[in-house]
Structure formats: C-alpha cells, structure tokens
C-alpha cells in the first residue's frame, strides 16, 4: 500500500458560555462568512495548544526533542550556563549571540523576533557559549562563536548550526508546523501541518457578561458596600468546524526521513486535536469539549476544505443543529465526490449515527489515529 500524499481533518465541537479566542480588545475573535459573522479560533491558538499539551498523547511523548519560542532564549537559557565566568566574557558572548540570533537591532528584547529554537539547538548554543567564554579573551570568545555560527565571509547563519547540532535540531514544533526566521531564510522550515481557523457553522452567539467581585473582609451587615470591583467580559458559544491538513512527504522529509517517526506524530496529533480545547478564562468558563464528529480523509490528491458546507449559516434556532451539520458535510462531501470523484479513503469519528460517503462505520478515536498512522507509514490499515 502506498502512503497517502495528504491527510486531511475535519472536526465539528461545541462549546457553550466560553471566550476561545481573543483579539486585542478582549472580545472573542470573528470571521465574517457566508454574510454573517462568525466566531472564529485562530490556527495559532488551536497549534499553542497542541503544542502545550500535557497528557499521554502529547507531543512531547513522540521521543523527539521539542522546542523554546522566545525573545530571551540568550538570557534566560544560555546565560545562567556560564556562572562563575568573568563577566567581560559573558557579556561579550551574550551580545555576540544575540547578533547571530536577533541580528544588528536585537539589541533591545522589545526588538527582537520571537525566535523558535529546538532543544538541541539551545544545548548547540549553550556548550557553544562555554567553550567561547574558556577562550581567555573577549577577541577569542567572539572569534569562537563567529568561527561556529557563521559561514566563511561572517554572515550570521543559523543553518550553519543546525548541520553541527544534528537531525531534528530546530524541534518537533519547527518539523510540523514550521519556522520562518527573518534574520535568515536559510534556517526556515516548510509547515507540514496546515491548520485553518476554526469557526461556527452558524452565526455568532455572543453575551456581555457582567460581574462583580465581592471583598470578603466588608461589613455588610454594618452597611458597607461589599462589591470590590465591576467587570465585563464577552461569552460566546458554538458548533465549530475545524480543518487540519498533513502534507505526509513534507512531514517525512521534515523528520529525517522516517516514516516510522511521521505515523507515531499523527496518531498524537489526531487524539490532540480531537481531545485539547483552546481557550482562555479556563477558571471561569472550563472550556473543555471532545472533537463530536472527526472526518479523516486520506488520498493523494490536493486537499480542499469542506468549509462550503457552511457558507450558508445553519439557523440558530435549529434544535438538532449537530445533525444539521452533520448533513452539510454529507451533501458537500457527495457534492465534490460527483464533482471530482470519490478518490480518497475515508474513516469517521462520531458520538451519533449518521451516514457519510465513503465510510462504512464510526469508529473509536484509537481506531481512527491507528488507522491513519498506518497509512501514513504505507501499511495496509
């Protein structure tokens, strides 16, 4: 069996009384479809998320090294290594990385990218910066880092490190999701995961939410009034689709070449993205949910969403809304399948009955992620 060129995720969950995603006035996200606005989770919160997850199906549980995005990696992970230097040293090597890492204006944090660093990267660095600061002198420290972080005419080039700190060395985050380094194009990775923002499959559903804190030392038995603070807050809720595509070459080539390695990351990826909620004000509103319907698609050619199926706004006063979305997806899907052909292999994740093109039964998450790990490493399923 061949391996399957792309692999592409569907997910419908439901959330109620939660704030996702927020923008930059505290209000949840939209996105503006099918002439309504929805609400919408943007693909970096949904990949934070994946990222952070801590549980048996975690990234961080594949057996690859992970990786630190951050403005201070310099600061707060390489220079607490060089206790005990002369502090000319370390504050030549600190400002001699910087440049390689941030360029000539990362001088000032506030400047600087946030940069995605792997694990063996940062130790690269780390044993990099001891080796400089043994040098003796300021001028040998420096010649040290510039004689192993650059190329012949001195162009800073965090490429050149990565051929000495080995495979994988950027991280699982940078393999799948990729990383785009502006001080140098050289050391950017290609995502392999491509994640679409998450949005409602009808019209947004939205509240201001109004409280108050209350100060527990007030005597309101005596008269005084007990209200500490007054606050507002925007709770929403929805039906979401997501979508999530694997291009499964980019994924193996990004992982050495092992295609082993690459199925063991898609079974952890789909229990994550069926499993792991986003969501902020988590003490107030517990905005946890499981994945309601997981559509798997398998196939070699280009991959193309079914956000379609909800162009039109489902009504919000549909009592059965689930299966009303649950049908969009079988039209649409029946829709492209007499369009273009039936050409991919298909299995489902749902909690109730319902009859999709190409699949034949609903099955467990396990089954689901096992079955398409299997694919992904060309076995039969």
């Known amino acids: 069996m061949s391996a399957p060129r792309f692999v592409q995720i569907h997910t419908l969950a439901s959330y109620p009384a939660v704030l996702l995603n927020r ?60 206790d005990g230097a002369a502090p000319e ?7 001699a990385l910087v440049k390689k ?6 001088t000032e944090i506030k400047n600087r990218q946030a940069l995605l660093l792997g694990r ?3 130790d690269y660095l780390t044993k990099l910066a001891r080796e400089a ?9 420096e010649a040290t880092i510039e004689a192993r972080t650059g190329k012949a005419e001195g162009k800073k080039n965090l490429a050149a490190m990565l051929a000495v700190a080995g495979s994988l060395a950027a991280g699982l985050e940078s393999a799948l999701f990729g990383r785009m380094v502006t001080s140098d194009p050289e050391a950017n990775t290609d995502a392999a995961i491509h994640v679409a923002h998450a949005f409602t499959v009808h019209a947004e559903e939205s509240e201001s939410d109004y409280f108050t804190v209350v100060d527990d030392l007030r005597r309101l038995d005596e008269g005084e009034a007990g209200t500490a603070g007054i606050f507002e807050t925007e709770l929403t809720s929805g039906l979401f689709y997501g979508y999530v595509v694997v291009d499964v070459p980019a994924l193996v080539d990004n992982l050495g070449g092992d295609r082993v390695l690459a199925g063991r990351v898609v079974e952890h990826l789909l229990h994550l993205i069926a ?62 399948d007499g369009a273009y052909g039936g050409h991919e292999a298909r299995t489902a994740l749902c909690t109730i009955a319902v009859d999709l093109p190409g699949v034949t039964a609903r099955r467990s998450l396990d089954d689901v992620a096992a079955r398409t790990a299997a694919a992904v490493r060309g076995e039969a399923a």
């Open 120 to 122: 063996p990267e940062i």
């Open 101 to 106: 890492l941030f360029g000539d204006k990362g």
């Open 275 to 336: 499993t792991v909620s986003p969501g902020a004000k988590k003490g107030g509103t517990a905005p946890y949910a499981y994945a309601e319907l997981m559509l798997v698609e398998t196939g070699r050619r280009q991959p193309r969403s079914l956000a379609s199926a909800f162009r039109n706004p489902i009504p919000l006063k549909s009592a059965d809304l689930f299966p009303k979305a649950l049908a969009a997806i079988a039209a649409q899907l029946g829709e492209f």
């Open 133 to 141: 600061v043994a040098a003796g002198s300021v001028k040998e420290a």
């Open 23 to 82: 923008d930059d006035a505290g209000l949840a996200k939209r996105l503006p479809y099918g002439g309504v606005s929805r609400i919408r989770v943007s693909s970096q919160c949904l990949k934070r998320h994946w990222r952070m997850a801590e549980d048996e199906w975690s990234l961080k549980a594949v057996g690859v090294p992970m990786a630190v995005r951050s403005r201070e990696v310099v600061e707060r992970e390489i220079v607490p290594a060089l």
């Open 89 to 95: 040293l370390v504050a030549a090597v600190k400002a």
